[in-house]
């Protein structure tokens, strides 16, 4: 039986992310885990709009020491006392520096939310998680939040798809 002693969870810090958290518990129980949560402050529009490239470092620092205290939020509230949390925060693309920190750190798990975007919203923005899931040489764990799973029940995009097929 595969041991998950280190388990990843990944954050984008917003109220949909922190549904993974509500998997974890059973997890650290389980198999005494180590929590190494992750959060990456994509660095990518910073390149996009060259004008900001004077004051990008100062931003970063600033946006690190936010995500920072947002985090120690989250475990509090969401991580069971007693787990032992390594908190991480990188600057890059997130799936790229995730599964990066999963391959070193030889994470067991990687457990993370998926934001269930579609259509053209997933087009424009992307799905870290599907990212991570097709890349990751880690077995990953996807939750969909509570919120989303109600949206594709009987009204919701896989009735949708349903009736489109037929």
């Given at each position: 039986m595969k041991q998950f002693r280190k388990i990843l969870v990944a954050t984008d810090l917003s109220d949909l992310s922190a549904a993974a958290f509500d998997y974890l518990h059973p997890f650290t129980k389980l198999y005494d885990a180590e929590v190494y949560l992750i959060h990456v402050i994509d660095v990518m529009p910073l390149y996009i709009i060259p004008q900001i490239d004077i004051a990008s470092e100062t931003m970063l620092r600033d946006t690190q020491t936010k995500v920072e205290e947002k985090i120690?939020?989250?475990?509090?509230e969401k991580v069971k006392p007693g787990t032992k949390v390594h908190v991480i925060v990188k600057r890059g693309v997130p799936h790229v520096e995730i599964i990066r920190f999963a391959r070193e750190e030889r994470i067991d798990l990687i457990l993370l939310a998926t934001h269930g975007r579609t259509g053209l919203a997933h087009m424009l923005i992307g799905s870290v998680a599907e990212k991570?899931?097709?890349?990751s040489t880690v077995p990953v764990l996807t939750v969909k939040p509570e919120?989303?799973?109600r949206l594709t029940g009987e009204h919701g995009e896989l009735?949708?798809?349903?009736?489109?097929?037929n």
């Amino acid at each position: 039986m595969k041991q998950f002693r280190k388990i990843l969870v990944a954050t984008d810090l917003s109220d949909l992310s922190a549904a993974a958290f509500d998997y974890l518990h059973p997890f650290t129980k389980l198999y005494d885990a180590e929590v190494y949560l992750i959060h990456v402050i994509d660095v990518m529009p910073l390149y996009i709009i060259p004008q900001i490239d004077i004051a990008s470092e100062t931003m970063l620092r600033d946006t690190q020491t936010k995500v920072e205290e947002k985090i120690d939020e989250i475990v509090a509230e969401k991580v069971k006392p007693g787990t032992k949390v390594h908190v991480i925060v990188k600057r890059g693309v997130p799936h790229v520096e995730i599964i990066r920190f999963a391959r070193e750190e030889r994470i067991d798990l990687i457990l993370l939310a998926t934001h269930g975007r579609t259509g053209l919203a997933h087009m424009l923005i992307g799905s870290v998680a599907e990212k991570i899931v097709r890349l990751s040489t880690v077995p990953v764990l996807t939750v969909k939040p509570e919120s989303m799973r109600r949206l594709t029940g009987e009204h919701g995009e896989l009735h949708r798809e349903h009736h489109q097929m037929n």
